[in-house]
């Protein structure tokens, strides 16, 4: 009896020891296969010293900050909006108001984060802002206007071709 206890005891302790190395050899091989984070990304591309990373952190922080009441307003006017279309009969005063509404808290959002560009942009010296703007011009051009700014505007759709004014396919990668 005690012989088939410690086999048994020996092969659970197999077992975990296999299944704990499977979950840490794939946390850290998706690790290893992730991109980095956007800002990360950005500083390197243009090479900013610890300072300027530090002063766009702060720009970011302070977007995330102001833009928060925004995306929750807009977050449940896009509920009221669905509980709205859900209705046995549909009022469409109502949702052409929420649909307004919205529209008007897509503008503040965006207007946050134009406003939070043009402060990074002026962290940078004249070489390292001709490069941002130019990463910036690429990115809205590609339909990831905002996507530095914050995560909500990652989505995937069929991105705006600034030079045909049409669209085109988007690249095969995705943004996360």
Same mark, same amino acid.
């Given at each position: 009896?005690?012989?088939?206890?410690?086999? $048994? @005891?020996?092969? +659970?302790?197999?077992? !975990?020891?296999?299944?704990? &190395?499977?979950? $840490?050899? *794939?946390?850290? #091989?998706?690790?290893?296969?992730?991109?980095? #984070?956007?800002?990360?990304?950005? #500083?390197?591309?243009?090479? +900013? %010293? %610890?300072? /300027?990373?530090?002063?766009?952190? !702060?720009?970011?922080? =302070?977007?995330?900050?102001?833009? /928060?009441?925004?995306?929750?307003? $807009?977050?449940?006017?896009?509920?009221?909006?669905?509980? *709205? @279309?859900?209705?046995?009969?549909? =009022?469409?005063?109502?949702? =052409?108001?929420? $649909?307004?509404?919205?529209?008007?808290? /897509?503008?503040?959002?965006?207007? %946050?984060?134009?406003?939070?560009?043009?402060?990074?942009?002026?962290? @940078?010296?004249?070489? /390292?802002?001709?490069?941002?703007?130019?990463? @910036?011009?690429?990115?809205?051009?590609?339909? &990831?206007?905002?996507?530095?700014? *914050?995560?909500? *505007?990652?989505?995937?759709?069929?991105?705006? =071709?600034?030079?045909? &004014? &049409?669209?085109? %396919?988007?690249?095969?990668?995705?943004?996360?």
């Amino acid at each position: 009896m005690k012989k088939i206890a410690v086999i $048994l @005891l020996v092969l +659970l302790t197999v077992i !975990n020891v296999a299944a704990l &190395g499977f979950f $840490l050899h *794939h946390r850290f #091989a998706d690790l290893r296969t992730q991109r980095p #984070a956007p800002h990360r990304r950005l #500083a390197r591309e243009l090479k +900013l %010293e %610890e300072e /300027q990373v530090r002063q766009m952190r !702060n720009v970011r922080k =302070d977007f995330r900050r102001r833009s /928060q009441p925004i995306r929750a307003s $807009l977050c449940h006017n896009h509920r009221a909006l669905i509980e *709205h @279309l859900q209705a046995a009969s549909v =009022d469409t005063s109502t949702i =052409d108001s929420l $649909l307004g509404q919205i529209s008007t808290l /897509q503008a503040s959002m965006h207007r %946050e984060a134009i406003y939070a560009m043009h402060r990074e942009g002026e962290k @940078l010296d004249p070489d /390292q802002r001709a490069r941002f703007y130019g990463i @910036l011009k690429q990115r809205i051009c590609n339909g &990831g206007a905002f996507s530095m700014m *914050h995560k909500s *505007h990652r989505h995937h759709r069929r991105p705006h =071709d600034c030079r045909k &004014g &049409g669209t085109r %396919e988007a690249p095969d990668f995705q943004e996360r």
